[in-house]
């Protein structure tokens, strides 16, 4: 297995962490901070799998599957707990969460007719504003500026979560009627 896919699976090994500290109050205050933390390097670990494949000619179909599905593991963890900690309604949650099960349902059809559908620029907007998104409200930051900043950046990934998601669908329309021909 090469780098880049070692660091996808390092960055799901990482959630649970991720989510036990965003959720659990033992170390006071310091929790945010290290679920934080966690969620920066996991973030982090995306860029550099991505650019490590590229620039050395690792890209596997393994990675153009599982590299999607770790970001998606990793952002809807953190916008489940949100709904928990009562930092995002569930409305929102619900639409971003409902676009990542019709995609990786693409996907899948696309695998089983041979196809490996890579991420779009639509999609990798869209991840990183939502991963600047969750940044922002575990951050937490006490300035009231910071809340118009935050507001907009959730909007703003949320257009971006229903714009790729049509961008997707528009550009992978064929991969249903090929699926429907078996």
Do not use: H
């Not at 659990?24 to 290290?34: C, E, M």
């Not at 593991?73 to 953190?78: D, G, H």
């Not at 703003?156 to 021909?181: C, F, H, P, W």
Request: hydrophobic share 60%.
């Amino acid at each position: 297995m090469n780098l880049p896919n070692k660091l996808t699976i390092l960055r799901v090994c990482m959630i649970p962490f991720f989510v036990f500290f965003m959720m659990a109050d033992y170390i006071g205050a310091a929790s945010k901070w290290v679920a934080l933390a966690i969620f920066v390097i996991a973030s982090l670990t995306d860029l550099l799998d991505g650019k490590i494949a590229r620039k050395y000619n690792l890209v596997t179909n393994f990675g153009k599957f599982m590299d999607p599905l770790a970001d998606k593991l990793l952002v809807c963890s953190a916008l489940i707990c949100f709904v928990e900690l009562q930092a995002l309604p569930a409305w929102m949650v619900i639409i971003i969460i409902s676009r990542e099960f019709i995609i990786n349902g693409f996907r899948l059809i696309a695998a089983d007719n041979g196809i490996v559908i890579a991420a779009s620029y639509w999609g990798k907007f869209k991840t990183v504003f939502q991963m600047v998104m969750i940044i922002l409200l575990i951050a937490d930051l006490p300035f009231a500026w910071m809340d118009i900043i935050e507001t907009a950046i959730i909007y703003i990934a949320l257009i971006l979560t229903v714009v790729s998601l049509a961008d997707y669908l528009m550009k992978n329309k064929g991969v249903l009627r090929e699926g429907s021909q078996k």
